[in-house]
């Protein structure tokens, strides 16, 4: 005798990429739509091109500490 409710329900979702703007529709136990950064349609892997993906101003804030000016600026002060 089979048990009632025993899988779950499938909703259909959309699952949208906040690099590319690229829209997909699926199914899925979840029932709110998901969001996610990076898919496979703009993923350096599987484009081949290279994407520096920015959060909070990180490789910014690395380039101005490691820059070129910033390191002679720090040999040229005296030490302490």
Known sequence: MPKANLHPKY????I???GCKTVYNTRST????ISVE???????YY????????TEG????FNKKY????MAQRRAQPKK
């Open 11 to 14: 909703n259909p979702i959309t």
């Open 30 to 33: 979840s029932t709110s739509n």
């Open 47 to 54: 484009t081949g091109q290279q994407r520096l993906v920015d």
């Open 67 to 70: 820059s070129r000016e910033a």
């Open 38 to 44: 990076i898919c496979a349609a703009c993923h350096p």
């Open 16 to 18: 949208t990429c906040a």
């Open 58 to 61: 990180r490789v910014d804030r």
